[in-house]
Every structure is written in C-alpha cells, then in structure tokens.
C-alpha cells in the first residue's frame, strides 16, 4: 500500500508540532525543516485544523500547534480517515473500474484483507509513539547552523 504525500505530509506536520509541544510553529518553519512546499503544508494544516488535531493562532505571533494530546491521535485512524477515498487499485472503484476479471477476481478480497491487516498495525500506535525517539527527532528537525530564524522567533534587541 503507497500513502498519499498529503497523509505522509499530515503525519510529519503532526510530529514535528508533537515535538514542540505548546510552543507555536509557523507553516514556513515546518517546510523549511521538511523541505517540503508551505503550499502543500497549508492544506494539511487547514485540514489537521478542521480535524480537531491542530489549533491554529491567527495574527502576529501566530501559528500552529497541536489541538490534542499526542496520546490521543491514533495513527490508524487518523491514516483511515485521510486515505478513505483512495482505491487501494483501479478495479475498487467501480465508476472507473475497466478490470474484465473483476466479477470474479479473488484477488480483490486478498487486498482487502492485506489492507486491513496494514491498518490493524497503525491502530496499535498513537503520535506519541512516533514521538519517543524525541532527542534525535528534535536534531534532525533543527535549522541548519547560521540559519536565520523566522522574525517571530528572533529575541527583540
């Protein structure tokens, strides 16, 4: 099974505000740890926002953090919910299906099953599992030395 980038995405922007615990993050912040798209991250937090897993601050000083408890937000679910739409292949959407074997293919029921078996795995782990190995997750997710920090970040002289 592939994941979208938009859950792949979701999953980073969730661990690296699971990181920073109450602290604001700016989407620009995450991107740039990522080297990933602010414009990609936008949708994600909109939708994390809508979720109830983000909470976001409008204004100067604002930003994102998370809406919950790392302990709360059960990866399979939160994978579930995302991926809902996606057809694990072609013939499972029958709209859009031109499989000839279709009607009789045991081969839908065996994706099936491995699908649910892969999300049986994501159900036994929340975020803050993902968020043990915290030391080295923080010094990878860390600006480069000399980086120049975010305005909002920088201490007023």
Not at 38 to 57: F, S
Not at 95 to 114: D, F, H, M
């Amino acid at each position: 099974m592939r994941l979208t980038a938009f859950t792949d995405y979701t999953l980073r922007v969730l661990m690296y505000l699971g990181l920073r615990g109450e602290r604001l993050s700016t989407i620009g912040e995450i991107a740039r740890a990522y080297g990933i798209s602010e414009n990609h991250l936008m949708k994600v937090v909109h939708y994390g926002a809508r979720a109830g897993l983000l909470e976001t601050v409008r204004g100067k000083g604002g930003g994102v953090r998370l809406g919950r408890d790392p302990a709360e937000i059960r990866i399979g679910a939160l994978v579930r919910a995302i991926e809902s739409d996606t057809p694990l292949v072609e013939c499972f959407d029958p709209q859009t299906s031109s499989c000839r074997i279709a009607p009789a293919c045991a081969l839908q029921g065996l994706l099936v099953e491995a699908r649910e078996a892969f999300f049986r795995v994501l159900d036994r782990y929340t975020l803050a599992d993902l968020l043990r190995p915290r030391a080295r997750l923080a010094t990878l997710l860390a600006p480069p030395a000399g980086a120049r920090r975010p305005a909002t970040a920088r201490r007023a002289r």
